[in-house]
């Protein structure tokens, strides 16, 4: 079995970009599938509207606020509530939502939510639960692409959405597979 190997390891412009040796192109797809499906993020999944204003419907509202990339720790914590009170004229923006949880927290507060008019309120709270990207693309934690090179090289793309680091995405995404490999192994 040839050794895998990595080299030419390069963080640029919010990607992280390394050559990877490997013995066969499946384990080049499992650390991509891994990364985009295996790797528990938080996104708010369960969204309660109790005065809405605003020209959009609650269920519009509830979607772009589960799609919010939100801070991940390794550590797992359980539900984390957030909650929003705003009333216009403003942009609501992801920094108004608020956690209860110092931990788990908004990773960009710069997206746009609605727009309110004067006199218009939205007040609601969301929970946020610890996720999987296979179960639904609002857990993934970023991008992760790879290009066949030449004899066993692939060149690695990472691009995190902000909940975690791209080297801690990685980190995470080989952790999850050894673990899976154990379990396997234990299994046979």
């Known amino acids: 079995m040839s050794k895998i190997k990595v080299s ?10 390394f050559t990877i040796t ?8 499992a650390i991509r599938r891994f990364g985009l499906g295996q790797v ?10 109790y005065e809405n204003g605003s020209a959009f419907f609650d ?17 797992e914590v359980n539900e984390v509530m957030f909650s929003l009170n705003a009333e216009g ?5 992801s920094s108004m939502l608020e956690s209860s949880n110092p ?18 309120v939205i007040r609601l709270e969301g929970i946020a639960v610890r996720g ?4 639904h693309a609002k857990f993934q934690p970023g991008l992760v692409v790879y290009e066949y090179e030449e004899e066993g090289e692939y060149n690695f793309k990472v691009e995190s959405f902000g909940q975690m680091s791209n080297s801690e995405m990685v ?17 046979v």
Not at 22 to 29: D, R, W
């Open 8 to 17: 030419n390891v390069k963080e640029k412009g919010g990607e992280l970009s």
């Open 22 to 29: 490997l013995p066969h192109v499946s384990y080049a797809n």
């Open 40 to 49: 528990p993020t938080y996104a708010i999944d369960k969204v309660i509207v």
């Open 59 to 75: 269920d519009f509202i509830a979607n772009r606020i589960g799609l919010i990339p939100i801070i991940s720790p390794e550590k």
């Open 89 to 93: 004229p403003m942009v609501v923006s």
């Open 103 to 120: 931990n788990v927290n908004v990773a960009n507060g710069k997206i746009p939510l609605i727009e309110l008019d004067p006199k218009q």
């Open 132 to 135: 999987y990207g296979r179960k």
């Open 171 to 187: 980190k995470r995404t080989m952790k999850m597979l050894v673990e899976k490999c154990k379990e396997l192994d234990k299994l």
